[in-house]
């Protein structure tokens, strides 16, 4: 039975129905423990029997330890989320149990093989102008030991080395035999402050750039606001803050002109992993580019389908440490045996510590930094600040 340290097994079995995106009639069906008894027992009204439990927890592939694990030290209402305003409640509750639990697991296998928190930056200010978002960007490059004014050839890694944990979120299908992703949501994150753990996780798209732009929206987030929790208008100051990460200011004003045509912003594109549209985004925000000039690019990206399909791809990044300091810990197959101790389903392990393809790895340790070129047009090698880097 739990001890006085540990959460109740009544609100652990609520936290597996919302991490699982079941309902209490699903559960029921899949365990044959009654709905009554699931209800009573996550109300408190009724104790719950170890034989119950673990029918549940044969049905869904889950530890029992699970029921009887410490929840997450974060608290569910910090968190900052990139979504789309018409994602809905109950998936966001989902996702918000899967960070929890994501939080738990990275908060235990970092801790336990000692390693260091992220040193970032952090703003403390009420109120911060976009001259104090482009000085912490500024600041967060020096922490995550960064060129000050060279394109971030390979974010996810400069992350993971200063103490930034990456998680890829693939949530496991009701039924536990398929998964599924959401394009609603893009990234969620938590960082409690200096010392620390950190952890960004996002939903994989189809385009590396907006993945890229996700990172370092969530990376704002924890420099802008982990000390701010009341800022004003907090995604707008992400945003401002990731052009500024990946684009600093006196590149953008030298590199985005209004003389810029859209074949210019797809070879920056190439040479930044940013999309066409950030660019001009950050174009605007550092007054290379004005109003006018903003507008009539856009209606150029609409008219040559470009706002959901641009030209030049952006690879995806692979995160790494998680999957490493899993596989120090439990050996070269680590989702099993960490699953009980860490009381996590495997499938959540799977997701946000993937194994790493090794074609995937022997590509990033060889590559050059490259971005496939706008129309094939070769493009120089300009990510030379890091030897592993791989956006392409």
Partial sequence: MPTALEASPGERLRTLRDLLGLTGASLTAMSGVSQSWISQVETGAREPSEERLRL????????MSFFFAQPSSVPLDSLRFRKMASASRTLTRRISAFYGESFRVTEEVTTRSRYPAPPLPFATSAEISRSDVEELAAQTRVALRLAPDKP???????????????????LPDPNGETSSTTNKHFGVSYWAGIGETALIAYFPGQQGDRDRFT?????????????????????????WFAGSLLVPEGRAEQEITDRLTLEGYARLKATWGVSIQALIMRGAAVGTIDESRKRSLYVQVTQRGWRKNEPVTVGHESPLLLWKLLSAQFGDKPYLPAAEELAIQPAVLRSIAPQP????SLTEQSSEGRVVAFRRRPVPPSFDDESDAQVR
């Fill in 152 to 170: 971030i050839p390979h974010l996810t890694r400069a992350l993971e080395r200063a103490g930034v944990a990456v998680a890829p979120i693939v």
């Fill in 357 to 360: 393809d090794s074609r995937t």
């Fill in 215 to 239: 990172l370092a929206h969530e990376l704002g987030h924890m420099v802008l606001h982990s000390f701010r929790p009341k800022a004003t208008d907090p995604e707008t100051e992400a945003n």
């Fill in 56 to 63: 549940i927890a044969d049905a869904t592939d889950t530890p």
